[in-house]
């Protein structure tokens, strides 16, 4: 079964940091664009940021640069994304995805989603 499975999330304190993780089973990321996507309660869907097959290229939201890293590790069949300094406006549901291309920070023409893992800053 094809899916991607994101982990890591949870509550923490404003200034604190977490690490989202995105798995892959069913098929392989390693040739793939991966990227990440949070929807806040009432808004839209919005990028975050986006990662190239190789890792050599990653691109962010201007809202979450110099805070958010995100990484690969191709061997794992993982993506990841640090988050630092962690604002109460990062609260959301935090969803990786595959597509056709990074658009910016954003990923294109998305082939699958994974469920999203839920992040809430708060003091």
């Known amino acids: 079964q094809v899916q991607l499975v994101e982990s890591g999330g949870g509550t923490v304190q404003p200034g604190g940091s977490l690490r989202l993780s995105c798995a892959a089973s069913g098929f392989t990321l390693n040739y793939k664009i991966v990227g990440w996507f949070r929807q806040a309660p009432g808004q839209e869907r919005e990028g975050v940021s986006c990662i190239s097959p190789g890792g050599t290229f990653t691109y962010y939201a201007d809202s979450v640069k110099g805070r958010f890293i995100i990484s690969r590790d191709n061997a794992n069949n993982t993506v990841y994304l640090r988050m630092n300094s962690l604002k109460p406006e990062d609260t959301a549901v935090y969803y990786c995805?595959?597509?056709?291309?990074?658009?910016?920070?954003?990923?294109?023409?998305?082939?699958?989603w994974g469920k999203g893992t839920p992040v809430t800053i708060s003091s």
């Open positions: 995805a595959t597509g056709a291309r990074c658009s910016g920070h954003v990923v294109d023409s998305v082939s699958y």
